[in-house]
């Protein structure tokens, strides 16, 4: 095992993809389809990593990422993973297309802990963030509330129920994280959270 300090491996990473912060972290979409602007506040040292479909590990095979991912740092060997993504509005289709997005994050944010010199047993908690203007997965809201009904039989596509049932509960599955935590962050008309958002 490498012998260098965290402080020496941050200096492995390009400057221009990571910010640091013990007080404010912002995240910002600026693509028309998610356009946001979200300020946590944060009780934790931070580390934000800034994804795209450009700005990731371009070997792995999974394409999709997250908008951004914080490492929260509660101790020396202990960190807590943040995934935000931004949408304009949240559908059936988009939840799919979110999920592959948090699956991308997940994969690129445990390559680069092990770059700063974490394992996995140091990752305490994975959680996972959709900030949008509307949504249409919830029940009051579901144009077709018909498809809402409890499936029959297997299929390899979610279906509307249990996108909804995922939406509605707060907890969602990623690869093997079974019902890790799922936050709602809806966003006003210019992008930004109707109420304060910390972690």
């Not at 012998?3 to 492995?12: C, G, H, S, V």
């Not at 580390?47 to 991912?69: F, G, H």
């Not at 010199?117 to 908690?125: A, L, N, P, R, S």
């Not at 809402?148 to 596509?157: A, E, Q």
Request: contains cysteine; proline residues 4%.
């Amino acid at each position: 095992m490498l012998a260098e300090t965290f402080e020496e491996r941050l200096q492995w990473i390009d400057p221009n993809h990571y910010e640091r912060s013990s007080q404010f972290v912002t995240v910002r979409e600026t693509a028309k389809e998610g356009e946001a602007e979200i300020v946590f506040r944060v009780a934790n040292d931070t580390l934000r990593i800034n994804l795209s479909e450009d700005n990731r590990l371009n070997y792995l095979k999974q394409k999709k990422v997250a908008d951004a991912v914080i490492f929260e740092f509660i101790s020396e060997h202990a960190v807590r993973i943040h995934i935000i993504e931004c949408k304009s509005t949240v559908k059936r289709n988009e939840w799919e297309h979110i999920k592959e997005q948090f699956t991308g994050a997940v994969i690129n944010a445990v390559a680069m802990l092990g770059v700063l010199g974490f394992q996995e047993q140091d990752i305490q908690e994975t959680l996972f963030y959709t900030a949008y203007r509307k949504e249409k997965l919830s029940i009051d809201n579901n144009p077709n509330p018909g498809q809402l009904k409890h499936p029959v039989g297997k299929s390899s596509r979610p279906s509307a129920y249990e996108a909804t049932h995922e939406w509605m509960n707060g907890r969602i599955s990623i690869l093997s994280l079974a019902h890790a935590r799922h936050y709602k962050i809806p966003l006003d008309e210019k992008g930004k959270p109707v109420q304060p958002v910390a972690i």
